[in-house]
T-cell receptor, first 108, second 113 residues
Framework: GIQVEQSPPDLILQEGANSTLRCNFSDSVNNLQWFHQNPWGQLINLFYIPSGTKQNGRLSATTVATERYSLLYISSSQTTDSGVYFCAVDSGTYKYIFGTGTRLKVLA | KAGVTQTPRYLIKTRGQQVTLSCSPISGHRSVSWYQQTPGQGLQFLFEYFSETQRNKGNFPGRFSGRQFSNSRSEMNVSTLELGDSALYLC????????????FGEGSRLTVL
């Protein structure tokens, strides 16, 4: 099955800094999503981005499907951005495979 | 529009008992999938339902089962609970399997003692 790797596993930033999170996947995918898991465990949708580039405020994402990776950019980070960021992919079986996540801590 | 609703949010059971978790999808969504999250194994797919039919199942023992009702609400059941079943169980809905984008509920946190 598809393997999903996220890097870095952990990231500590000062408030206001920018960061890039990466998601590599081992096979072609039909769907790719980025999520932010809040402290209470809920997965919050950030982007649904099987290909191309999208932006939402301080966050943007790019997926290069032919090279099997996706990037999540966070600019001017805030303490509320802290949490775990997951990438999840689906090869068309409607069975999403999640990466192990990037744990982000933003310091005030 | 209400989001995905999961009940109960927290529960404690003892080994050998069984548990039923409920998930109400976003209105109009007909596909429901379930995931288990543990510190050791991360987020793992359990099963996916569409039109009351299980379309896909993850690599879990038969103690884990589910069903979907005609109103798209779904339940999952875990029988003969083991300590390792302690986890956050997350339900997601989407308009249909082909639509792709998942929307998650807040989860049901199960502790097995």
């Amino acid at each position: 099955g598809i393997q999903v790797e996220q890097s870095p596993p952990d990231l500590i930033l000062q408030e206001g800094a920018n960061s890039t999170l990466r998601c590599n996947f081992s096979d072609s995918v039909n769907n790719l999503q980025w999520f932010h898991q809040n402290p209470w465990g809920q997965l919050i949708n950030l982007f649904y981005i099987p290909s191309g580039t999208k932006q939402n405020g301080r966050l943007s994402a790019t997926t290069v499907a032919t090279e099997r990776y996706s990037l999540l950019y966070i600019s001017s980070s805030q303490t509320t951005d802290s949490g775990v960021y997951f990438c999840a992919v689906d090869s068309g079986t409607y069975k999403y495979i999640f990466g192990t996540g990037t744990r982000l801590k933003v310091l005030a | 529009k209400a989001g995905v609703t999961q009940t109960p949010r927290y529960l404690i059971k003892t080994r050998g008992q069984q548990v039923t978790l409920s998930c109400s999808p976003i209105s109009g969504h007909r596909s429901v999938s379930w995931y288990q999250q543990t510190p050791g194994q991360g987020l793992q797919f359990l099963f996916e339902y569409f039109s009351e039919t299980q379309r896909n199942k993850g690599n879990f023992p038969g103690r884990f089962s589910g069903r979907q009702f005609s109103n798209s609400r779904s339940e999952m059941n875990v029988s003969t609970l083991e300590l390792g079943d302690s986890a956050l169980y997350l339900c997601a809905s989407s308009p249909s399997p082909n639509t792709g984008e998942l929307f998650f509920g807040e989860g049901s946190r199960l502790t097995v003692l």
